[in-house]
């Protein structure tokens, strides 16, 4: 299930307070549509900074591959081993 399909369970779930928004006075209206841009908009920066933080460590992870898959091995003492 995609995000955006369990955001709508989730209203369904947990209803608004004020469910007819048509009963809702403008100036609260205006004010809950200031709200919800400010959230998209706080949401977007969010998303293009978990972005960004993504390619930053594809990025590290890719530099140094060479640390590990090709790390010499050093050998074991047999008393170690057993």
Do not use: C, W
Not at 33 to 60: F, T
């Amino acid at each position: 299930m995609d995000l955006r399909s369990r955001a709508e369970v989730a209203i369904q779930e947990k209803p608004i307070d004020h469910p007819d928004v048509s009963t809702l006075p403008t100036k609260e209206l205006q004010e809950l549509v200031h709200q919800l841009r400010v959230h998209h908009i706080e949401l977007e920066m969010q998303n293009d900074e978990l972005k960004r933080v993504q390619l930053a460590l594809g990025a590290s992870r890719d530099e140094y591959p060479h640390l590990y898959d090709f790390a010499n091995i050093l050998p074991q003492p047999r008393s170690r081993l057993k």
